[in-house]
C-alpha cells in the first residue's frame, strides 16, 4: 500500500504530473502560437491520464471513498490529479486532489517573484550601464530648428492609450505579485487591503483600454513596421547606439522599433486573451487548444487539461508574458526619453527636429524630401 506522499518539489512528484512539465516549457516559448491559435471551443470530457490508463475505476468514485486506502492503485490514481467521473454539475469535483497545484503554488510563490526580480533589475542595472558608458545619445549635428512632423493627432493618442494602458496594467500586476512583501510593510494591513482591491478592479478593467490601444497602433502602424533589406544592416551595425556619428540607413521605423512593435502587439495580444481567460475562469482552453494546435506539428502534448490545469498554466503564462513584457518595455521608455536627445518630442508635440530626423532615419526623410520636391518646384515658378 503507498500511503506516502511524494516529497514537495521531489524528483517523483514532479515526474507524475502527467508529463507537462515540458509542456509547460514548451509552450511558454510558443508565445505567438498560444495567442493566435486558441479557438473558442468548449471543453471536452475526459477519462483518466494516460500514465494511469486502464486503471478500473468505478462512475461515481467520490462515493467510494471508503475503498480507497485499500486500493493502491485508485490512491496512485488520486494522488496524479486522476479525474473520475461526478454526477454534481461542477465537474471540477472529479478531481480529488488537484495534483499540479503543488507545482503552480510553488511557481507563484517562489520561481515566479525570484526570476521576475532578476529580469527587473538586470534590465535596470543594464540601462544604467549603458547610461555610463554610451551616455545620452545626442543629436550630432546639434538642434537644426526646423521640425518635421512624425506624428499626427491619432497615433499620439493610440501610443499614450496603449502606454498608459499598460503602465496601470503593469502597477497593479506588479502589487499583485509583491505588494505583500514590498507595499503592505508600508502601508499596513488595511491600506494594502484597500489598495490592492482597486487595484484589482483597475487591472480588470484597464485590459479593455490596453486592447482598443493595441487594435489602432497595428492598423496604424502595420505598413510602416514591414521587414525591408535595410533593417539587416541596421541590426548588423547595432543600429549605430553603441558608436558616435555613425547612423546606419533606416525608414520611418528602424529595425529595433520595428522589433518592439511586433512584439507589443504578439505579446500584447496573448496577454490579453490570457487575461480574459483569467476573468471568465473555466470557460476557454487556451492550453488544451493550443496543445492541440501543436501536435498537428509534430508535439504530443496533452489536450485534455483538467479546469484547474488549464486555469493554473494560464496563470502562469500571463504572469510570465507580463514581467517579459515589462522588463521590455522598461528599455523602450528608457530610449524614448531620457536615453535620446529629441527622441520624446515625437510622441509629445508629433514634431522632431529634422537633424534628429535625418541621423535616424534618413530613408524616410529622403522620401518625404522627395514628396516635397515638386511643391517646391511649383512653388519657384
Ligand atoms: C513613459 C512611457 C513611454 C515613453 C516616454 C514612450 C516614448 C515613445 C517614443 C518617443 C516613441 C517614438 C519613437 C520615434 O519617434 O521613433 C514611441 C514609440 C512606440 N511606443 Fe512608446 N513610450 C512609452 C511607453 C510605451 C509603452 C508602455 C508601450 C507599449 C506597451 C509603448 C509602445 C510603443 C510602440 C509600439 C512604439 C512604436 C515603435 C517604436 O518606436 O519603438 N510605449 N514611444
Known amino acids: 500500500m503507498d500511503l506516502r506522499r511524494p516529497r514537495r518539489g521531489s524528483r517523483r512528484g514532479a515526474v507524475r504530473f502527467h508529463g507537462t512539465n515540458v509542456g509547460i516549457v514548451v509552450a511558454l516559448l510558443l508565445l505567438v502560437v498560444f495567442a493566435g491559435a486558441a479557438p473558442f471551443t468548449a471543453r471536452a470530457g475526459s477519462p483518466f491520464p494516460a500514465s494511469i490508463a486502464g486503471t478500473q475505476v468505478a462512475d461515481g468514485l467520490p462515493g467510494n471513498l471508503t475503498q480507497i486506502p485499500h486500493d493502491p492503485d485508485i ?36 520561481l515566479l517573484p525570484r526570476y521576475g526580480i532578476w529580469g527587473l533589475s538586470g534590465m535596470c542595472a543594464l540601462l544604467v550601464l549603458f547610461y555610463m558608458f554610451r551616455g545620452r545619445i545626442r543629436i550630432e549635428a546639434g538642434f537644426s530648428g526646423r521640425t518635421i512632423l512624425r506624428f499626427g493627432s491619432l497615433e499620439r493618442f493610440a501610443h499614450w492609450l496603449v502606454a498608459v494602458s499598460f503602465m496601470v496594467l503593469a502597477v497593479t500586476g506588479l502589487n499583485i505579485l509583491y505588494g505583500r512583501d514590498v507595499v503592505k510593510p508600508l502601508l499596513g494591513y488595511s491600506a ?190
Not at 75 to 102: C, E, F, M, N, Y
Not at 208 to 231: A, K, Q
Not at 267 to 277: D, E, L, P
Request: proline fraction near 4%; charge should be neutral; glycine fraction near 10%.
Open 75 to 110: 490512491w496512485r490514481l488520486l494522488r496524479q490529479g486522476g479525474r473520475g467521473h461526478t454526477t454534481v454539475p461542477d465537474q471540477k469535483a472529479g478531481v480529488l486532489i488537484q495534483a499540479s497545484g503543488q507545482w503552480w503554488r510553488e511557481f507563484r510563490e517562489t
Open 192 to 381: 494594502f487591503a484597500d489598495v490592492t482591491a482597486y487595484g484589482k478592479w483597475l487591472h480588470d478593467f484597464t485590459g479593455y483600454s490596453f486592447i482598443v490601444g493595441l487594435v489602432l497602433i497595428l492598423l496604424l502602424w502595420i505598413r510602416d513596421n514591414l521587414p525591408t533589406r535595410h533593417d539587416l544592416i541596421w541590426l548588423a551595425r547595432g543600429g549605430g547606439l553603441f558608436s558616435r556619428g555613425r547612423h546606419p540607413p533606416a525608414w520611418r521605423f528602424n529595425a529595433g522599433q520595428k522589433m518592439i512593435f511586433w512584439f507589443v502587439i504578439l505579446a500584447g495580444a496573448s496577454m490579453s486573451f490570457s487575461g480574459i481567460c483569467l476573468i471568465f475562469p473555466f470557460t476557454f482552453t487556451p492550453f488544451s487548444d493550443s496543445f492541440a494546435a501543436l501536435n498537428l506539428l509534430g508535439f504530443t502534448l496533452p489536450t485534455d487539461l483538467p479546469p484547474l490545469q488549464e486555469m493554473q498554466l494560464t496563470h502562469a503564462w500571463h504572469a510570465v508574458l507580463g514581467l517579459v513584457m515589462t522588463v521590455v518595455i522598461i528599455a523602450h521608455i528608457y530610449l524614448g526619453s531620457i536615453g535620446m536627445e529629441g527622441a520624446y518630442d515625437a510622441m509629445s508635440r508629433g514634431e522632431v527636429d529634422e537633424n534628429w530626423a535625418r541621423e535616424h532615419h534618413s530613408l524616410w526623410v529622403a522620401e518625404l524630401d522627395a514628396k516635397r520636391a515638386p511643391d517646391r518646384k511649383n512653388l519657384s515658378e
